[in-house]
C-alpha cells in the first residue's frame, strides 16, 4: 500500500530554518507530482507547495514570497521541503501528500491528492 512517512519537524525561533523530508512507497513515484500542505490549529488547511513528477515545474502558496523551497530525489522516492527566515505564523502541522492524476503538472488543490502522511509539526517562536 502507499505510505508518505515526513520527518524534519520541530522547535525553531523565528527566522530560523527547517528542512522537512517525505519518504513513498508502496507507489511508482516518478510518475506522480507531489505536495506539502499545512494546517494551524483552528483553520483551513492551505497549500504550500508543490514539485511537477520530473521535478522540472513548482509552485508555492502566496505566503511562501520565496522562503520555501520545494525538490525531490526520484531515485529516493523522497520530497523535501526546505524552510526559511520562519515565522511563528508558519506554525502548523505539514503533511505531504500525492497527486492522483499522474499529469506533466502539479495541483495546488487539496482534493486531486489522495494519499497523506501522518504530518509533522513545525512550531515557530518569537
Known amino acids: 500500500q502507499v505510505q508518505l512517512v515526513e520527518s524534519g519537524g520541530g522547535l525553531v525561533q523565528s527566522g530560523g530554518s527547517l528542512r522537512l523530508s517525505c519518504v513513498a512507497s508502496?507507489?511508482?513515484?516518478?510518475?506522480?507530482?507531489m505536495g506539502w500542505f499545512r494546517q494551524a490549529p483552528g483553520k483551513e488547511r492551505e497549500f504550500v507547495a508543490a514539485?511537477?513528477?520530473?521535478?522540472?515545474?513548482?509552485g508555492y502558496g502566496y505566503f511562501v514570497k520565496g522562503r520555501f523551497t520545494i525538490s525531490r530525489d526520484n531515485a529516493k522516492n523522497t520530497v523535501y521541503l526546505q524552510m526559511n527566515t520562519l515565522q511563528p505564523e508558519d506554525t502548523a502541522v505539514y503533511y505531504c501528500?500525492?497527486?492522483?492524476?499522474?499529469?506533466?503538472?502539479?495541483?495546488?488543490?487539496?482534493?486531486?491528492?489522495?494519499?497523506w502522511g501522518q504530518g509533522t509539526q513545525v512550531t515557530v517562536s518569537s
Open positions: 501528500a500525492r497527486d492522483w492524476r499522474n499529469t506533466a503538472g502539479y495541483s495546488v488543490t487539496s482534493a486531486e491528492y489522495d494519499y
Open positions: 508502496g507507489l511508482t513515484f516518478s510518475s506522480y507530482a
Open positions: 514539485i511537477s513528477r520530473s521535478g522540472g515545474t513548482n
